[in-house]
């Protein structure tokens, strides 16, 4: 009884080592292996949802200076209400 077994799980491996060793396996492997990366690697948005608007900093606007083409600029930050549509959101954390 324990002589089959033995010969039976022998039979299995060798049968294992055939398929891991086969062109067949080697092409199916590659091809799941070709779809985990293009599902890690996919862009999870698509078009101006991707794109991140968010307003810059108080301190960042007041104390920089901005060069545009020859001329330089400098902000003044003035507080204003918010329009009830297109303000760029404030930071926030990108979850997705």
Avoid at 26 to 45: E, H, I, Q, W, Y
Avoid at 57 to 69: K, P, W
Avoid at 74 to 94: L, M
Wanted: aromatic share 10%; proline share 4%.
């Amino acid at each position: 009884m324990i002589l089959e077994q033995n010969t039976l799980v022998s039979h299995g491996r060798i049968e294992m080592q055939k398929l891991l060793q086969s062109d067949s396996f080697d092409n199916a492997f590659s091809f799941v292996l070709g779809l985990g990366c293009m599902a890690l690697l996919k862009p999870l948005c698509k078009g101006s949802e991707c794109e991140i608007k968010k307003a810059p900093a108080f301190d960042e606007v007041s104390m920089s200076t901005y060069q545009v083409g020859s001329k330089c600029y400098k902000f003044k930050v003035e507080h204003k209400e918010c329009p009830d549509t297109g303000a760029i959101e404030p930071f926030q954390r990108f979850i997705r």
